[in-house]
Nanobody, 124 residues
Framework: QLVESGGGLVQTGDSLRLSCAAS????????VGWFRQAPGKERELIAA????????YYADSVKGRFTISRDNAKTTMYLQMNSLKPEDTAMYYC???????????????????WGQGTQVTVSS
């Protein structure tokens, strides 16, 4: 089970840190990622970490502003979001996938476990 927290209502330029806690499993045994879905849009992968080696992926829309990480115990993952923009407004989901790969898992269907989502709203 994955449980997100940390969403909320912020202003343009503010920062938020999302957390995703895993129960009953260690995230180091999975590739992990953060997705977001805005109303009327498809769910998109914005950041991910590969199972092997820890290689990271960022979508162009968040590169340089968002940082994905895992804690040393590998039970929690984070998404640090800086310089937030109104277009970052969406429901954010964490996910874990069991494919044993060197590259971050690129698609939603690659992920086996999902959190319930946490809303991030950025006002202008």
């Amino acid at each position: 089970q994955l449980v997100e927290s940390g969403g909320g209502l912020v202003q343009t330029g503010d920062s938020l840190r999302l957390s995703c806690a895993a129960s009953g499993r260690t995230l180091s045994d999975y590739g992990v990622g953060w997705f977001r879905q805005a109303p009327g849009k498809e769910r998109e992968l914005i950041a991910a970490i590969a199972w092997i080696g820890g290689r990271k992926y960022y979508a162009d829309s968040v590169k340089g502003r968002f940082t994905i990480s895992r804690d040393n115990a590998k039970t929690t993952m984070y998404l640090q979001m800086n310089s937030l923009k109104p277009e970052d407004t969406a429901m954010y989901y964490c996910a874990a996938g069991s494919k044993y790969t060197l590259v971050p898992l690129p698609k939603a269907e690659d992920y086996d476990y999902w959190g319930q989502g946490t809303q991030v709203t950025v006002s202008s």
